[in-house]
């Protein structure tokens, strides 16, 4: 028996095997969830490809998050496979490398920052108002970050959206939680995906992080932050809201 029997979970944004994405939808169908997973696109067809390696293929939607009509839609396309939805997982996150990361705070235009905003940080509202007709009877919704409170070498702009996204999550909780939905965030350590992969300088801070962490780290390994999510998923927190938990090995509780 798992601590998701009989729920059923959209995990919105996955795109390659690597992602904390996919390993909450591969932890998720472990411990009983039914699960739907989604992306946009180009991606959509790796989407459906790397579907087919979790233990069960999930039905994949078509999903962008910045577009009104698949926000509006997306309802009827849950309804196809599930009559509600018990839990939402947010794994969205954009910022053009090109001009907002790799020390181009300074430089960064307007346009790709409100890009990066709107992608990074606004779409965590856009998702839960999208889901909530199919959560009458509440649920979870969990989000990922990296820890905003800093100014990280590298992250830049991505930073100041995370930092958004983080505020959005305390306001969702509010408004939220007297329908009885929770809205939580996970902030992991820095993790070997495609969105790392894509930030200069990102793998400095991968090589540190190991030393100062107490319970060490390992970035290839997406499995602890995906426990932690579906945990919140569960009903094994049902007064927690508006909460940040973090899965870094201690790093963010260290001192210099």
Known sequence: MGILDGKTILVAG?????????ATAKVAQEQGATVLISNFGRALGIT???AKRLPSEPPV?????????????????????????DGVVHSI????????????????????????VQVSAYSLKSLAVACRPLMGAGGSIV??????????????WMGVAK??????????????GPEGIRCNLVSAGPLKTLAAKAIPGFEDMESTWKDRAP????????????????????????????????????YHAMGM
């Open 143 to 156: 989000g990922l970050t990296f820890d905003a409170t800093s100014a990280w070498p590298a992250y830049d």
């Open 14 to 22: 996955v795109t390659m095997d690597s992602s904390i994405g996919f």
């Open 163 to 176: 930092a958004g996204l983080e505020s959005t999550s305390r306001y969702l909780a509010r408004d939220l």
């Open 61 to 85: 939607l078509e999903l962008d998050v910045t577009d009104a009509d698949h926000l509006a839609g997306l309802a009827d396309q849950v309804r196809e496979h599930a009559d509600h939805l």
């Open 215 to 250: 319970l060490g780290w390992d970035e290839s390994d997406q499995e602890p932050t995906a426990r932690a999510v579906v945990a919140l998923l569960s009903d094994f927190f049902p007064a927690t809201t508006g909460e940040i938990v973090h899965v870094d090995g201690g």
């Open 93 to 116: 996150a954009y910022g053009n490398p090109a001009t907002l990361l790799g020390g181009k705070f300074l430089t960064g235009p307007w346009d790709d920052v409100a890009q990066a």
């Open 48 to 50: 459906r490809r790397i």
